[in-house]
């Protein structure tokens, strides 16, 4: 098992310009995570899916849509880049309460 | 919502010391306590987790303590070596959530 991956592993955005962070996880596991990290600081929630289909939002989702068509998918998309969100963005899987799995996470820079 | 304090932000011990880190927590529904280490430029993992119905729970050179009463929980590693150095998070979840809250995180620092 792959467990969960991350890609890119690095981007730079200007202010303004768009992407998506892609995750996938391949141990069938129905709650999906996507946290930012801030240097030095901890992991705060962006939004999270209790399955396919369903997302709610957590603690910082301004900035930040999400979507989850397949069990396997919980693609991070940004709109309208800003310096505010540069950070490591790290996505995450678990199987109810119990152990969640991080990617290797993505270091984004908006310049 | 809930909300976690961890303590201290920044530990230095000496190689073969113990380390002990405190965080509490407010959701009195919370249950499930997961501590993470997270080298640096690496993903969080996890080390030991505990559950509201178990006082006390060890692997090895670590162990995990809850007071549900005062709403407490510590990780306690024993014999440090160098390796153990990377910042240590604590997190709890619970009460029909899943998700966790975690603490702001303490980096432990092992001097040989």
């Known amino acids: 098992n792959a467990g969960v991956t991350q890609t890119p592993k690095f981007r730079i955005l200007k202010i303004g310009q768009s992407m998506t962070l892609q995750c996938t996880q391949d141990?069938?596991?129905?709650?999906m995570y996507w946290y930012r990290q801030d240097p030095g600081m901890g992991l705060k929630l962006i939004y999270y899916?209790?399955?396919?289909?369903?997302?709610d939002k957590g603690e910082v989702p301004n900035g930040y849509n999400v979507s989850r068509s397949t069990t396997e998918d919980f693609p991070l998309r940004l709109e309208l880049a800003a310096p505010s969100q540069t950070s490591v963005y790290f996505c995450a899987s678990s199987q109810t309460y119990n152990e969640q799995f991080f990617g290797p996470g993505t270091r984004l820079t908006v310049l | 919502g809930e909300n976690v304090e961890q303590h201290p932000s920044t530990l230095s011990v000496q190689e073969g010391d113990s380390a002990v880190i405190k965080c509490t927590y407010s959701?009195?529904?919370?249950?499930?306590f997961p501590w993470y280490k997270q080298e640096l430029g690496k993903r969080p993992q996890l080390i030991i987790d505990?559950?509201?119905?178990?006082g006390e729970k060890k692997d090895q050179r670590i162990a995990v303590t809850l007071n549900k009463t005062a709403k407490h929980f510590s990780l306690h590693i024993t014999e440090t070596q160098p390796e153990d150095s990377a910042v240590y998070f604590c997190a709890a979840s619970g009460g029909g959530s899943e998700k966790l809250v975690f603490g702001k995180g303490t980096k432990l620092t092992v001097n040989p």
């Open positions: 141990m069938n596991h129905n709650y």
């Open positions: 959701d009195s529904a919370s249950n499930y």
């Open positions: 505990i559950r509201s119905n178990v």
């Open positions: 899916s209790v399955g396919a289909g369903i997302t």
